[in-house]
Every structure is written in C-alpha cells, then in structure tokens.
C-alpha cells in the first residue's frame, strides 16, 4: 500500500507486523511530533503525513531464540516500502514471549516494592526506577 491510500502508516505497519509475526502484543506509537518544526525534519515529517518517526514494540514466539539485531532486521524487511515511501525513523523493541514473560515477573516485584515504599514513606517515592519503556506492554499486569 502506498502512503496515498486513506489507512494511516500505523495501521498498515500494525496489520503488516501483525501478519507476519502473530504477536502476542504490539504497541505502536508514533513519535513524530517533536520533529515537525525542528526544520532539519519539517520536509520528512510532512511528505510523511506525520507519520516519519515510530516506536514499535512487539512481542512474538517468532524471535524466541533469534538475536536483537536478527530481530531488526526481519521487522526491517517487512516494513521495507514503509521506508522507501516516507517512514524515516523506527525504534524496535522486539521480545520473545520467553522474555515477556521473565520481564513480565520482574515488573510485579517492581511494582509490589514501589507500592511498598510509597506507603512507607513518600519521600522515598523519588527512588522509583524510571519508567520502562516496555512499561506500556504490562499495563495488565497487577
């Protein structure tokens, strides 16, 4: 599908990523914005429709046992006319359920100690980690 179709490049990756690697999750954000007036991407975010700078993250059997850059490169591969046709920049977090998984028991332990310390003592709320950027995949997970 080319960019003059009436689907935004968001939904065409979502459908491509989704058909190819039958994710268990996928988040697809688009990070465009800060890019509009910064006058090096004006020109690559308009021909882009506002749709030039993307952050993928995808969870999938399919990378279960392939290396992180094995993993770029097929998620490259299928979005290849993405790119040929205005899509400048993608950020890749790709993860086996294998690894979701892990990452998924770590985040309650995280979240169980952060509530622990926020109802011990507030002041100790700055100690939080930083909010992962896989975050936004566990926002099931209690």
Not at 12 to 33: G, Q, T
């Amino acid at each position: 599908m080319s960019p003059g179709s009436h689907t935004t490049r968001t939904s065409r990756i979502l459908k491509l990523l989704s058909s190819h690697f039958s994710p268990s999750k996928i988040s697809i954000k688009n990070l465009s914005r800060p890019y509009e007036n910064d006058g090096a991407h004006n020109k690559i975010v308009r021909e882009a429709h506002g749709e030039s700078h993307l952050r993928v993250m995808i969870v999938s059997t399919m990378f279960e046992g392939v290396g992180h850059l094995a993993r770029h490169r097929m998620i490259n591969h299928v979005l290849d006319e993405e790119f040929k046709n205005g899509l400048h920049a993608l950020t890749i977090t790709a993860k086996s359920v294998r690894e979701y998984e892990q990452a998924k028991e770590r985040m309650k332990i995280i979240r169980k100690e952060n509530n622990c310390i926020e109802t011990k003592d507030e002041a100790q709320t700055d100690k939080m980690p930083p909010r992962d950027e896989m975050e936004e995949l566990f926002d099931d997970v209690k």
